[in-house]
């Protein structure tokens, strides 16, 4: 993920009685308009889980840890060549190709082994991580030294980690002498902590990946006594707020400090940056939200999870928490952050030049050129000139499709009480370009991690519990399994290309 926003999204929702209060009319308004009904569940059928030695996972996340992949620069390929010669090792066909000088993308594909397989499943990694500040570090962030349960490593939950588990998965699954009924596809692509090259040029360097009938993710994990010790919530990232990064631009005549005018580029400038920085957004609850809030607050329970869970209610009675809550308010709004800017270069000298870029976050109920029309009727100055340098829309799938009535049929097998909830992702992942091309795509981590844990993700320490690597490779290679043999469709047939916002 290129930011980590998750685990901020999911504590704030942990928090307790403030979050959501409502009282006695509420009571009666959940009992007038009914919660949404129960979610569906698909036990795990198929044939039997494959065997794994769950040893292997650790010290394969350990040598990818030490691979030390980070993006800046992008040194991928040495992570590329583990998991080439891991799969080659176990007789799995792979191909490389390059998405930058120097770095390289990889896919391996192992073909179904009935008469008239299904479509493929795709497995998506990223092979790059954000930089580390040893200094900030209790242990070295690209040793992978395991100290009691804990695997210290930059890349061990974001997502080196869940690379190791979908590599030993389809290793699992390749030497299974169990049916496939679809092929299973794994791409590991470069660049997702920057700008997503890796991805994007994945899917033209092999435009089979468009035929996948589903895709699974980074973006979202079992979440450990999320609302209540002793309980989980497996958290299943289904949507992502869309993107409109863009600069303004303005010129004017350059001249003495000692003579300001109004067209000033600085201050013509400044006039539009406050016009965007002072913009009012509404509070807007997008279908994802909506779901999001029901599942979580079913989760929850309480009054403030049945609140949670009658949409026309939290409009009126989450309102003011939503917009006190950072984590909250970006799942809400269309947000504008200011993040670089230009101008001078002489304390008495008024420049010709100046610009500002801002970074727009968009919800689905808008599209990036809408909301780029929008800013300008505010700026309403022709003088000034708006660039968009990068904007995609939100984007989702569904958020009931069946394969993830199957991950609550895993959920239900779990020792510890474990509930699913679809998550709106105030970040983004590679998801968006597959979702883009119509795979449905579901940020699916299977492991089993704390707030605290998550946390970590980008910052100092990350770390993954061994006990829980190795229980998360057990859990999806039974998941997946199920999902390769399940007979029936993955994600709804009135909607083979997921449900893409625009
Ligand atoms: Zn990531």
């Given at each position: 993920?290129?930011?980590?926003?998750?685990?901020?999204?999911?504590?704030?929702?942990?928090?307790?009685?403030?979050?959501?209060?409502?009282?006695?009319?509420?009571?009666?308004?959940?009992?007038?308009?009914?919660?949404?009904?129960?979610?569906?569940?698909?036990?795990?059928?198929?044939p039997a889980a494959p065997t794994i030695d769950p040893d292997n996972v650790v010290v394969l996340l350990q040598e990818l840890i030490r691979a030390?992949?980070?993006n800046p620069p992008g040194a991928e390929n040495q992570v590329v060549q583990l998991v080439e010669t891991r799969a080659q090792f176990a007789g799995i066909e792979t191909e490389r190709a390059p998405f930058a000088k120097g770095r390289d993308n990889i896919l391996l594909r192992l073909p179904a082994t009935v008469d008239k397989p299904g479509r493929p499943i795709l497995l998506v990694a990223h092979s790059d991580v954000v930089p580390a500040n040893p200094d900030e570090w209790s242990a070295p962030p690209f040793a992978a030294e395991v100290r009691g349960d804990e695997l210290y490593g930059r890349g061990s939950l974001d997502m080196l980690g869940m690379l190791a588990l979908d590599l030993e998965a389809v290793v699992a699954l390749a030497q299974s002498s169990a049916p496939r009924h679809r092929p299973v596809w794994f791409v590991v692509a470069g660049d997702e902590e920057v700008d997503g090259l890796g991805m994007q040029a994945a899917l033209t360097t092999w435009p089979a990946l468009r035929e996948a009938e589903v895709a699974f993710n980074e973006g979202a994990m079992v979440v450990q006594d999320l609302f209540h010790p002793g309980e989980d919530v497996w958290t299943v990232a289904v949507a992502e707020r869309g993107l409109m990064q863009f600069t303004l631009t303005t010129t004017g005549e350059s001249g003495h400090g000692s003579r300001p005018g109004p067209d000033d580029a600085p201050a013509r400038l400044t006039r539009a940056m406050q016009s965007v920085l002072a913009r009012e957004d509404p509070l807007?609850?997008?279908?994802?939200t909506r779901v999001m809030f029901?599942?979580?607050?079913?989760?929850?329970?309480?009054?403030?999870?049945?609140l949670m869970q009658v949409p026309p209610l939290l409009g009126v009675f989450g309102a003011s928490s939503l917009e006190e809550n950072p984590a909250m308010r970006v799942l809400v709004h269309n947000t504008c952050a200011l993040t670089m800017m230009d101008a001078g270069y002489k304390r008495n000298?008024?420049?010709?030049?100046?610009?500002?870029?801002?970074?727009?976050?968009?919800?689905?109920?808008?599209?990036?050129?809408?909301?780029?029309?929008?800013?300008?009727?505010?700026?309403?100055?022709?003088?000034?000139?708006?660039?968009?340098?990068?904007?995609?829309?939100?984007?989702?799938?569904?958020?009931?499709?069946?394969?993830?009535?199957?991950?609550?049929g895993?959920?239900?097998?779990?020792?510890?009480?474990?509930?699913?909830?679809?998550?709106?992702?105030?970040?983004?992942?590679?998801?968006?370009?597959?979702?883009?091309?119509?795979?449905?795509?579901?940020?699916?981590?299977?492991?089993?991690?704390?707030?605290?844990?998550?946390?970590?993700?980008?910052?100092?320490?990350?770390?993954?519990?061994?006990?829980?690597?190795?229980?998360?490779v057990v859990r999806w290679v039974r998941l997946l399994t199920a999902i390769v043999n399940e007979p029936?469709?993955?994600?709804?047939?009135?909607?083979?290309?997921?449900?893409?916002?625009?």
């Open positions: 993920m290129t930011s980590h926003a998750l685990g901020m999204t999911l504590k704030e929702l942990r928090r307790p009685a403030e979050f959501f209060l409502g009282g006695m009319f509420a009571w009666v308004l959940v009992a007038g308009l009914g919660c949404a009904g129960a979610p569906d569940v698909r036990p795990l059928t198929g030390a992949p980070q807007t609850l997008t279908d994802e029901a599942e979580m607050g079913r989760a929850r329970g309480g009054v403030s999870g049945l000298v008024i420049p010709d030049r100046a610009s500002a870029t801002f970074d727009c976050r968009i919800l689905s109920s808008v599209t990036p050129g809408g909301f780029r029309d929008e800013l300008l009727l505010l700026i309403d100055d022709p003088k000034v000139t708006l660039t968009v340098d990068q904007a995609f829309p939100a984007n989702g799938s569904a958020p009931d499709a069946p394969v993830l009535a199957m991950v609550r895993a959920a239900a097998d779990e020792p510890t009480p474990t509930s699913l909830a679809p998550l709106l992702s105030p970040g983004t992942t590679d998801s968006r370009f597959l979702r883009r091309v119509g795979v449905p795509s579901y940020g699916l981590v299977p492991i089993r991690a704390t707030l605290e844990e998550i946390a970590a993700i980008h910052g100092k320490d990350e770390r993954v519990r061994v006990s829980e690597l190795k229980r998360a029936g469709p993955l994600v709804a047939p009135a909607d083979p290309a997921g449900s893409q916002q625009q």
